[in-house]
């Protein structure tokens, strides 16, 4: 009995690309790691930490943006503003010199680690708060999540379901996601 052999596309093409793309830069980490030089001076060294702590701020108010009005990018600029902090704390660490190593270590573990971890936290918070609003809150169904204001459950205030953003609808149809009772 002979087998048949075809050929299927692959089932989930981003599945594919991201997976190749892992050990592409495996085999670059590997190969840079055996040939970058000890020692090397940077001509630009001032303009790549100020540029990666600009980064840094601009995500944070992002966030904080994002949070006050309690829109779903908070996800987004969360997860930017931990995944830099991360990079900082090791980028300050792993170039300090002999004398500022104690410090960059000191300043990475008792700031910048804990504090991508709270951002990373937050996103957990959010995108749960975002998963139970979609297959909990009819009124949701649908609507797409750029519009999505997200309820705050530590805020006793807000005991209304997910609302739509009030910039983005007709003042002349009713709002489903309003809250009538107040």
Same mark, same amino acid.
């Given at each position: 009995m002979a087998l048949s052999l075809r050929l299927r596309p692959p089932r989930d093409p981003l599945l594919i690309l991201l997976a190749s793309a892992a050990l592409l830069e495996t085999a670059w980490t590997v190969y840079i790691g055996w040939r970058l030089p000890r @020692?090397?001076?940077?001509? +630009?060294w001032d303009l790549a930490w100020v540029g990666l702590d600009v980064a840094q701020i601009v995500m944070l108010l992002l966030a904080a943006w994002a949070a006050w009005? =309690?829109?779903a990018l908070l996800v987004l600029f969360a997860t930017a503003a931990g995944t830099l902090l991360l990079v900082d704390a090791w /980028?300050?660490?792993t170039t300090a010199? +002999? =004398?500022?190593f104690v410090q960059s270590l000191v300043f990475a573990l008792a700031l910048e680690i804990p504090s991508?971890? /709270?951002l990373f936290w937050i996103t957990w918070r959010t995108v749960k708060e975002l998963a139970d609003s979609m297959f909990v809150v009819p009124e949701v169904n649908g609507v797409p999540i750029r519009k999505i204001r997200l309820v705050r459950r530590f805020d006793k205030s807000s005991d209304v379901t997910p609302s739509v953003s009030s910039e !983005? !609808?007709? !003042? !002349?149809?009713?709002?489903p996601f309003?809250? @009538?009772a107040s």
């Open positions: @020692h090397y001076v940077a001509n +630009h009005r =309690g829109r /980028f300050d660490v010199r +002999h =004398g500022a991508a971890a /709270f !983005t !609808t007709s !003042t !002349t149809e009713p709002n309003e809250d @009538h």
